[in-house]
């Protein structure tokens, strides 16, 4: 080898000489020792005063790779806290939701489902019972004097329930009502509000929710010919259902609903019909006039106060009266009954107070 090719570099006599290497910086496990501390993180944003905060940040004093550690971990700390108070706030929310949504189901009304009709257009009884039924209630009233019965539609789940007023006229003068739903059970009512001259009012059963409600409909669509059901308790028959048709639109029909009369008529509105002698009506009693939906459904006395029902399951009408050919609803008169007129308040007529008897009023 020449000599442009050797080394130039002489042992130094500092270096121990020409055998021994040149000392070596001590060994170190720190990748980061020797170079400057990074610059301090930005402060991090203020947290809420929680627990699960506790300890998420590091000390900003901490140089070198402790920092860079410290941070990492107070970052992962961080990212822990806001995930445990997230799904603490969302487990408290859920379980709200959840409250509420089994609050309402215990509580609020489930309505009465649709109903379609037969494929002819026909009215599907059998579905329409099945349907309405629920929301149908047997109302007795217990006075000094004896026992009336009649038929009521429940409104709301807690226990709003529309009637005739001659039903539960002996309660208005003092009487005990009880309401007995379609399960048997039974519960003591008081009266909301009523409206005589239309024969039409509401009471308020204790202690009941979750009820099944009815629909009210349009009684103003409702057309000549169109099938309707009726369901009450005639005679204490209670959730007797019969069909028929409308057979007229707005007859005009009297109706005596003071209890006195309508407790010698079985509980039952008799109507004086324009031209018709004989009437039990008098000036001295209590009497309600109005444009009547008249059916051939059959109506006897305990189907007061109960719908009247079109095709789709929807109330269009509250029965209030029939026409006996005797002249007198006495119960067990041979000659009392049903002879295919009966008469129903229209339910666009009722809707027109309704809110007004909810609220407690008597017009």
């Known amino acids: 080898?020449?000599?442009?090719?050797?080394?130039?570099?002489?042992?130094?006599?500092?270096?121990?000489?020409?055998?021994?290497?040149?000392?070596?910086?001590?060994?170190?496990?720190?990748?980061?020792?020797?170079?400057?501390?990074?610059?301090?993180?930005?402060?991090?944003?203020?947290?809420?005063?929680?627990?699960?905060?506790?300890?998420?940040?590091?000390?900003?004093?901490?140089?070198?790779?402790?920092?860079?550690?410290?941070?990492?971990?107070?970052?992962?700390?961080?990212?822990?806290?806001?995930?445990?108070?997230?799904?603490?706030?969302?487990?408290?929310?859920?379980?709200?939701?959840?409250?509420?949504?089994?609050?309402?189901?215990?509580?609020?009304?489930?309505?009465?489902?649709?109903?379609?009709?037969?494929?002819?257009?026909?009215?599907?009884?059998?579905?329409?019972?099945?349907?309405?039924?629920?929301?149908?209630?047997?109302?007795?009233?217990?006075?000094?004097?004896?026992?009336?019965?009649?038929?009521?539609?429940?409104?709301?789940?807690?226990?709003?329930?529309?009637?005739?007023?001659?039903?539960?006229?002996?309660?208005?003068?003092?009487?005990?009502?009880?309401?007995?739903?379609?399960?048997?059970?039974?519960?003591?009512?008081?009266?909301?509000?009523?409206?005589?001259?239309?024969?039409?009012a509401v009471i308020t059963a204790a202690g009941v929710s979750g009820l099944t409600t009815a629909v009210l409909g349009d009684s103003d669509s409702t057309a000549v010919g169109d099938p309707v059901v009726a369901i009450g308790n005639p005679e204490g028959l209670t959730g007797t259902v019969t069909s028929g048709i409308v057979s007229a639109k707005n007859r005009q029909v009297s109706v005596q609903v003071d209890e006195g009369t309508t407790r010698g008529n079985g509980g039952f509105g008799l109507p004086n019909l324009p031209g018709r002698s004989g009437s039990s009506a008098n000036s001295t009693a209590d009497t309600a006039t109005y444009q009547a939906l008249q059916t051939d459904a059959a109506l006897n006395p305990g189907n007061s106060g109960g719908p009247l029902i079109n095709a789709a399951g929807q109330v269009i009408g509250l029965n209030s009266a029939m026409y006996s050919a005797s002249g007198t609803g006495s119960t067990g008169s041979s000659e009392a009954g049903s002879v295919g007129l009966g008469f129903a308040i229209p339910i666009n007529s009722v809707k027109q107070v309704l809110s007004q008897l909810q609220a407690g009023k008597n017009l």
Do not use: C
Request: no cysteine; proline share 10%.
């Open 1 to 200: 080898m020449s000599d442009w090719h050797r080394s130039t570099h002489e042992p130094h006599p500092q270096d121990g000489g020409a055998d021994r290497n040149p000392p070596q910086p001590p060994a170190t496990t720190d990748p980061y020792a020797g170079y400057p501390a990074p610059p301090a993180p930005p402060a991090p944003p203020a947290l809420p005063a929680h627990p699960a905060f506790a300890g998420a940040l590091p000390p900003a004093s901490v140089p070198g790779h402790r920092a860079r550690r410290g941070l990492l971990k107070g970052r992962l700390a961080l990212v822990t806290a806001v995930a445990a108070v997230a799904a603490l706030l969302g487990g408290v929310t859920g379980g709200v939701l959840a409250a509420d949504r089994d609050g309402s189901g215990s509580a609020a009304a489930t309505l009465v489902r649709p109903v379609s009709a037969n494929a002819d257009g026909s009215a599907n009884v059998s579905a329409i019972a099945a349907a309405v039924s629920p929301a149908v209630v047997q109302i007795t009233v217990q006075t000094g004097s004896g026992t009336a019965t009649g038929t009521g539609v429940v409104l709301t789940s807690d226990g709003r329930i529309l009637t005739n007023y001659h039903v539960i006229a002996g309660a208005v003068q003092g009487g005990r009502a009880t309401v007995t739903f379609q399960d048997g059970k039974t519960a003591t009512a008081t009266v909301t509000g009523t409206d005589k001259s239309l024969d039409t």
